[in-house]
């Protein structure tokens, strides 16, 4: 079987594919409250161009593929891309990341198509505080898109919450806990610096350090081989049915595990997510270019992943690190034009 190695001797087979910057909801620590400007239709690359990229990666040795945004299911007919790339050969796992409040509506059409998995991203159970977070999502819609998920057997069912100091930590428990009855994955990712840079900063930041501590009193954390988990680490409750998560992006550089690809909704290759490199596919693919010259962007971009991010947990985008003396670079991208 083919594989694709970086310089580093990592493995690349996981590519994420950003299909809209256009989001329903404007969560606090990835968007600004007026939203941004979104691309125009002819700017975002068409479900067959997306297909053609993903079948020269898979010929490359890509493996896995997450579909995420901006919202993915604010995009139309989003069923044919996964029925599309379900027909790839070598794509062994497909999967999307969504904010789950149009699930309900899609999940089954979703599996149907040929989708494996879903990753639901929620940050709390109180309604009120959902509504303050996402600026403006309904808790219950999230809630019945999830059971819809579980109905269409979209399992395992990830959920992804970001604890925030003062905003929701006091949660970390309760969502802890939901892996106690239940076979779900709970992820708690560390709240990054991204390009609307002005929401984070080191006294919102929860290191996984601290959330570890605050589970571990509920029951030993005990630590779960997860096959291919790439730079998340996995655990389970003595006794629970559930495992849990932690994707420690500033507390533990996870870079030596790093294992991915991200394409941006225009049509960026972009090796890291904490680096401004960007190789664009786009433009050639509108001139003609050939598969082996896709081929050859792919390889590029691979060969420019760097080895490791400089972010750090006391550092932010344009925030001078007491670490370094120096400020992290800004990172001009919000993540909802990454995919996250
Ligand atoms: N809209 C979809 C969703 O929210 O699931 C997919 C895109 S969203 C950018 C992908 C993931 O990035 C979500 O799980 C979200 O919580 C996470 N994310 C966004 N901004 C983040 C930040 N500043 N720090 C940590 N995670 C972040
Ligand atoms: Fe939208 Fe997802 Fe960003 Fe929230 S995290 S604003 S749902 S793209």
């Known amino acids: 079987m083919i ?20 989001c329903n909801l404007r969560c606090i620590y990835c968007m600004p409250a007026e939203g941004i400007q979104p691309f125009g239709h002819s700017d975002i690359l068409s479900y067959e161009e997306i297909v053609r990229i993903v079948r020269v ?13 901006g919202e993915p299911l604010t995009r139309k007919n989003l069923p044919f891309l996964i029925s599309e790339i379900r027909k790839i050969s070598g794509i ?10 149009l699930l309900e509506r899609h999940a089954q059409e979703l599996a149907d198509a040929g ?32 059971e819809a998920a579980r109905k269409a057997g979209l399992a395992p069912i990830k959920i992804n919450m970001v604890p925030v100091r ?3 930590e006091d949660e970390i428990e309760a969502f802890a806990k939901m892996t106690l009855d239940s076979d779900c994955h709970v992820r708690f990712i560390e709240f990054m610096p991204s390009g609307t840079a002005e929401s984070w900063g080191p006294e919102k930041y929860i290191t996984t350090g601290e959330m570890q501590e605050i589970i571990g009193k509920i029951a030993p954390l005990e630590p779960v081989r997860v096959r291919k988990n790439g730079p998340s680490k996995y655990f389970r409750l003595q006794g629970a049915r559930g495992v849990i998560g932690f994707i420690s992006a500033l507390s533990h550089h996870f870079c030596r595990e790093c294992n991915r690809l991200r394409l941006t909704p225009e049509g960026k290759l972009r090796p890291c997510l904490f680096s401004e490199t960007e190789i664009d596919l786009r433009s050639p693919i509108r001139t003609g270019a050939s598969d082996d010259e896709i081929a050859r962007l792919l390889r590029l971009s691979i060969a420019v992943k760097p080895e490791g991010h400089t972010i750090n947990s006391t550092s932010a985008a344009g925030k001078a690190s007491p670490c370094s003396g120096q400020a992290a670079p800004e990172q001009k991208r919000p993540m909802s034009r990454i995919g996250g």
């Open 92 to 101: 062994e796992d497909l999967s999307m990341t969504t904010n789950g409040i």
């Open 166 to 168: 003062g905003i929701n």
């Open 3 to 22: 594989t694709l190695k970086d310089n580093f001797f990592r493995v690349i087979d996981y590519l994420r594919l950003s299909v809209t910057d256009r």
């Open 115 to 146: 989708l494996n998995r879903v990753n639901i991203s929620l940050d709390s159970f109180n309604p009120e505080r959902y509504r303050e977070i996402t600026r403006g999502g309904d808790l219950d819609a999230v809630l019945r898109g999830l």
């Open 57 to 69: 990666a898979a010929e490359l040795g890509v493996r896995k593929v997450r579909i995420t945004g």
